[in-house]
T-cell receptor, first 111, second 113 residues
Framework: GEDVEQSLFLSVREGDSSVINCTYTDSSSTYLYWYKQEPGAGLQLLTYIFSNMDMKQDQRLTVLLNKKDKHLSLRIADTQTGDSAIYFCAEAETGRRALTFGSGTRLQVQP | EADIYQTPRYLVIGTGKKITLECSQTMGHDKMYWYQQDPGMELHLIHYSYGVNSTEKGDLSSESTVSRIRTEHFPLTLESARPSHTSQYLC????????????FGPGTRLTVT
């Protein structure tokens, strides 16, 4: 079945770049997503990338997709304390009922 | 900004009580979902709906039930709450015909004592 995996924890210093990684197994994935969850809140959609793209940039966020290795990454430039949260990657496949989420990566930004 | 609402945000209730968690969206989305999020952060799909009068169980078995009588409303009910139901419940909706992204409500933190 489908599986999406992420490392559990990442700690960076304020001002550094953060790179959060995700691997998936389903080669039929059409779209891949990054969500952010702050404490006590729901998930906020940050960005998504279509599977025929290699890269997408949106302000401080850069998404890289290596379809051959089924590897997705989210780079946050100039990381701020407000970026501290849990980040989820998710994949969608045409015709499936729902997204498949990874287990989340907790990003801690130290001042 | 997605317009999807959940009430209550926090609920503490005794064992055996019946509860209903409300979820509403004003975006006209046809697809709606309920997830249970455990303390280890992972999301588990427990119910979904593709439209009015359509409901299906998700990947994680749940004693809760749902209904979809109106497009905008997708309530979740527990007939008899137990401590094992203590969790965060997240509602989401999706209307994209091509991109499938889901928009989430703020969640309900349920504690059953």
């Amino acid at each position: 079945g489908e599986d999406v995996e992420q490392s559990l924890f990442l700690s960076v210093r304020e001002g550094d770049s953060s790179v959060i990684n995700c691997t998936y197994t389903d080669s039929s994935s059409t779209y891949l997503y990054w969500y952010k969850q702050e404490p006590g809140a729901g998930l906020q959609l940050l960005t998504y990338i279509f599977s025929n793209m290699d890269m997408k940039q949106d302000q401080r966020l850069t998404v890289l997709l290596n379809k051959k290795d089924k590897h997705l990454s989210l780079r946050i430039a100039d990381t701020q304390t407000g970026d501290s949260a849990i980040y989820f990657c998710a994949e969608a496949e045409t015709g499936r009922r729902a997204l498949t989420f990874g287990s989340g990566t907790r990003l801690q930004v130290q001042p | 900004e997605a317009d999807i609402y959940q009430t209550p945000r926090y609920l503490v209730i005794g064992t055996g009580k019946k509860i209903t968690l409300e979820c509403s969206q004003t975006m006209g989305h046809d697809k709606m979902y309920w997830y249970q999020q455990d303390p280890g952060m992972e999301l588990h799909l427990i119910h979904y709906s593709y439209g009015v009068n359509s409901t299906e169980k998700g990947d994680l078995s749940s004693e809760s039930t749902v209904s979809r009588i109106r497009t905008e409303h997708f309530p979740l009910t527990l007939e008899s709450a137990r401590p094992s139901h203590t969790s965060q419940y997240l509602c989401a909706s999706s209307g994209g015909q091509e991109t499938y992204e889901q928009y989430f409500g703020p969640g309900t933190r349920l504690t059953v004592t």
